[in-house]
């Protein structure tokens, strides 16, 4: 849900984030009191639902990580997708990822996972910085199997309050809607909130412990330890192979999602699930949202998704000369840098008919 209006979201946080910046040397500490009171970020993001809007009147500093976790998983959704006939292209339109998102494909299932697990991610560490007055360093209990002459309590990643804080903003979208039992709509926002569940458990599920040593001379006689959050591209590897292998769902007599496939194991609250096929990704259709593959380069060795067989959809491809800027003839200089020269190259590419 928070894609669906992350890069309208993101920059109306900026200019309204620049904006009480600007204040805060013009005013004295009662009137931007006055200022922040008075809500005006707010009050001009479009896009946020009832809660959602209260919940960014009562924590205004929360805001800009939102819109930064939101932006992470933008950037996670297109390197992972980027050898795939769906690349995770955003359009100019009022919803992100346009009509694509309206389809409850295994597309729109990841896509709501690696919002709700940017939100995490952001907001967890933006509370290990000190940045938010609501929530400090993680608390987490100390691990059982933490050897006794280790020290726990290094300042570490807030995972806690991130996960309940996502899970209150993120998903109040869907919780405020209400649809008749056993109907689309209501298939769609339980698979919503699925993904977004999924997408929070794997931030959880890999995060680990991480040590700093303490002793004369490096001799790690003493250790420092804290929760730390596993660096997003993995969080992204992670959520790109539960994509690969996503439930397909169906409502059941009750108003329930169930596996379409019996045969198959149920999906549990860290799978992603979807209830509609992808749409057909190699032509360009304004129904569906397709952009199509036409213009997208292609690898002519590859027999992989990025291969142009696969990604030209048969169609074929055009070959041409492009030249290429890349560092070369790098030297290290003691002490201690690398300096390297610009070299230009020409080389053959592959491009979609």
């Not at 013009?26 to 479009?46: D, E, H, K, W």
């Not at 007055?133 to 199997?145: F, I, T």
Request: aromatic share 8%; with cysteine; net charge positive.
């Amino acid at each position: 849900p928070l894609l669906l209006n992350s890069e309208k979201l993101i920059r109306e946080i900026s200019c309204c984030r620049d904006w009480l910046e600007q204040k805060k040397t013009a005013f004295s500490v009662v009137s931007m009191a006055y200022i922040i009171g008075a809500q005006p970020l707010c009050s001009q993001l479009v896009g946020l639902s009832q809660g959602q809007k209260k919940l960014c009147q009562l924590y205004q500093d929360h805001m800009q990580y939102i819109g930064e976790g939101a932006k992470t998983g933008i950037r996670e959704c297109q390197y992972q997708f980027r050898h795939r006939r769906w690349n995770c292209s955003t359009v100019d339109n009022s919803s992100v990822f346009g009509r694509v998102m309206q389809i409850g494909s295994r597309e729109t299932a990841f896509t709501y996972a690696i919002s709700a697990a940017g939100v995490v991610n952001a907001v967890s560490r933006a509370c290990r910085e000190g940045e938010l007055s609501s929530c400090g360093c993680s608390r987490a209990a100390r691990p059982k199997d933490l050897p006794r002459d280790w020290l726990w309590g290094g300042c570490g990643d807030n995972l806690n309050y991130g996960y309940r804080f996502s899970k209150e903003f993120v998903d109040a979208r869907e919780r405020e809607k209400s649809y008749p039992k056993g109907s689309y709509e209501s298939a769609r926002l339980m698979m919503n909130l699925h993904n977004n569940e999924a997408g929070r458990r794997t931030v959880s599920d890999l995060a680990h412990v991480s040590c700093k040593c303490h002793g004369v001379s490096g001799s790690c006689s003493l250790k420092t330890c804290w929760l730390q959050l596993a660096d997003f591209r993995k969080v992204g590897d992670a959520l790109k192979e539960k994509y690969d292998s996503a439930a397909a769902m169906k409502l059941n007599s009750r108003g329930k999602l169930v596996q379409m496939h019996s045969k198959f194991n149920p999906p549990t609250s860290h799978d992603l699930v979807y209830i509609e096929s992808s749409p057909d990704y190699c032509l360009k259709n304004q129904s569906t949202g397709s952009l199509g593959t036409v213009g997208r380069l292609c690898n002519k060795t590859s027999e992989g998704m990025d291969g142009c067989e696969l990604m030209c959809c048969g169609r074929g491809y055009d070959q041409y000369k492009a030249q290429i800027v890349e560092r070369c003839h790098c030297k290290f200089h003691w002490c201690c840098y690398v300096k390297c020269k610009r070299c230009t190259k020409t080389v053959d590419q592959f491009v979609c008919k």
